[in-house]
């Protein structure tokens, strides 16, 4: 079997084109500070608009043109080569690196057509699956009847699932006889897009699947969980079969009402937008991903966010969005406190995700998500990611999918 590789030559083109793309948006963000330096607006005053005029105009002009001559060609250039190489089977480094990079932009790699952007999938040791009877008989030649699909989270990819040795999918099949598959997406585009797609990859899974399916079941690790919610909604609007057959859903530190990260990045771009002298820098904030500021509106249809400005402060109300009808949903909620109640378990959760996202409650009743006491449980002294490995963590899984 051939070396992984930590890079691709289609690596070398996808970051060839982010690097000629951050040129021509830096030139973009100085031209922009030059333009409102120039026009001395008041401190807290309004931003001026348009482009620089005269000379100046004329070199930032002859800057942007440049670099898109140099991008075309080095694109062009690198396009040809990329066949002569082949591809090579991905490394574990490679992976995360490239996951990280879609959580943070992934929307934009997309957008741009850059090679770089992850294609969702469903994969097994890192190895996509084709979805026909006979590819799938042949990948996994011991497929049984119950189903698990394990859905990893922002900037995650589905190699992470291993941690610590551990491997909550690979420990499930052999506790219970359960065949797991792995998604792996492009966590930085709109969770609704995800949403949308994953619905037609589970129809097509549970069509081709060598043996008939008796159970599905989905595990959700934080921003996971919100797009199998989002995908059982789009599921069962479009008629699929799977919604029916899907009987367990847990949820693993997913932000059913947001997660404090986002906010915070948000009321940068406030602080930063508040002055004429500094606005053009608030467009470094807003660099992060769709998929991130979804997070903070937990936004799950497309009707969240079409038209609304994600950036946006405070973005209104969204759509009510229940857990699915006549499936057993659990919640597990970690917390970096020693008890619940404490005040690291009141303020930070599980670093990540605040106690009361994690177990769906929130003061209003149409958003609370009533977990039943009996399937919600909370890990003591557990980070967002140590719920990935944790053996307390696994057993309460392994006791609710028995």
């Not at 989270?153 to 610590?164: A, P, S, V």
């Not at 797991?180 to 969770?191: A, E, F, K, Q, T």
């Not at 209003?364 to 039943?372: A, K, S, V, W, Y």
Request: proline residues 6%; charged residues 20%; aromatic residues 6%.
């Amino acid at each position: 079997m051939p070396r992984p590789s930590h890079l691709h030559p289609t690596d070398l083109r996808g970051f060839s084109r982010l690097t000629i793309d951050a040129v021509a948006g830096l030139t973009d963000l100085v031209e922009a500070m030059h333009r409102n330096i120039a026009s001395t607006p008041t401190l807290l005053g309004k931003q001026p608009s348009g482009r620089t005029g005269g000379i100046t105009g004329l070199v930032y002009s002859s800057i942007r043109g440049m670099t898109k001559l140099v991008g075309g060609g080095l694109d062009a250039v690198l396009g040809r080569l990329v066949p002569l190489f082949g591809e090579k089977h991905s490394s574990p480094e490679r992976e995360a690196v490239l996951a990280a990079l879609n959580g943070v932009m992934g929307d934009y790699l997309e957008a741009s057509g850059n090679p770089l952007a992850i294609h969702m999938r469903l994969r097994r040791d890192g190895h996509p699956l084709q979805l026909d009877k006979t590819a799938l008989s042949s990948a996994i030649p011991n497929a049984g009847g119950k189903l698990l699909v394990l859905a990893h989270g922002l900037c995650m990819n589905d190699l992470q699932w291993k941690r610590q040795g551990h491997d909550h999918g690979a420990a499930l099949a052999c506790d219970l006889g359960c065949t797991p598959v792995y998604l792996h997406y492009n966590s930085g585009r709109h969770i609704s897009t995800n949403g949308r797609e994953l619905a037609d990859l589970l129809e097509a899974l549970l069509a081709n699947w060598p043996v008939p399916v008796k159970e599905l079941a989905i595990l959700g690790h934080s921003m996971g969980g919100l797009l199998a919610r989002s995908a059982w909604h789009y599921g069962t609007a479009a008629g699929h079969a799977w919604p029916r057959r899907l009987k367990k859903l847990v949820f693993l530190g997913t932000p059913h009402h947001g997660a404090p990260m986002e906010r915070g990045g948000n009321w940068i771009d406030i602080a930063l937008g508040a002055s004429p002298y500094t606005a053009p820098l608030s467009r470094l904030g807003k660099i992060r991903s769709a998929g991130i500021t979804d997070l903070r509106h937990t936004w799950l249809l497309d009707e969240d966010w079409h038209g609304r400005d994600r950036f946006a402060r405070s973005a209104g109300h969204h759509a009510v969005v229940p857990l699915p009808e006549g499936v057993l949903c659990y919640a597990i909620a970690g917390t970096t406190g020693k008890q619940a109640g404490d005040l690291k378990d009141r303020l930070i959760g599980d670093g990540l995700v605040p106690l009361a996202s994690a177990l769906g409650c929130h003061a209003e009743r149409d958003r609370n998500l009533m977990f039943p006491a009996d399937r919600q449980w909370i890990a003591l002294e557990t980070g967002h990611l140590d719920l990935l490995d944790r053996p307390e963590v696994y057993e309460r899984i392994r006791r609710w999918l028995d």
